[in-house]
């Protein structure tokens, strides 16, 4: 089950959206009692609200195509655990032990696969340096 916004979160959303509304009906009474000076302020008020409205990203970026996979492919447990033991807890390149990475040799958009034969521990200097171009695993 996914979550949505808390109550509290989607409110302050939509303050600037309440005051607008707020301002326009205090336009119309205003405006109604005969105070047109003061309904003029509050149609400024109002309008000023609604442009200082934050524009969500959802609706930034509703008719972006994203080039970003939505979901990564998981490696699976037993292949991690196995590369892990396998390459000492270390980058194969530089023999470091922190930030380190499980790195596809032939990545997955190039038909690599999550197998301990297509993956190695890389730290993460050793994976900017290496970046994305393609060995076989026998390189490694």
Known sequence: MTEGPTRGASALKSIPTI???GALITVLILWLTGRQEAAVIALFVG?????????????????????V????H???????????RRDSGRCV???????????????????GESTASNIQLLCAD??????DSPQTPSES
């Open 47 to 67: 309008l000023l609200a609604l442009v200082f409205t934050p524009v969500s990203s959802t609706a930034r970026n509703r008719n972006r195509r994203s080039t």
């Open 19 to 21: 005051i607008a509304a």
């Open 93 to 111: 390149e530089c023999g470091a032990q922190g930030r380190l990475e499980f790195h596809h040799i032939v990545p997955l958009a190039e038909g």
């Open 126 to 131: 050793c994976v900017r340096k290496k970046g």
């Open 74 to 84: 998981s490696i699976p447990l037993s292949v991690t655990n196995h590369v892990w």
């Open 69 to 72: 996979p939505l979901r990564r």
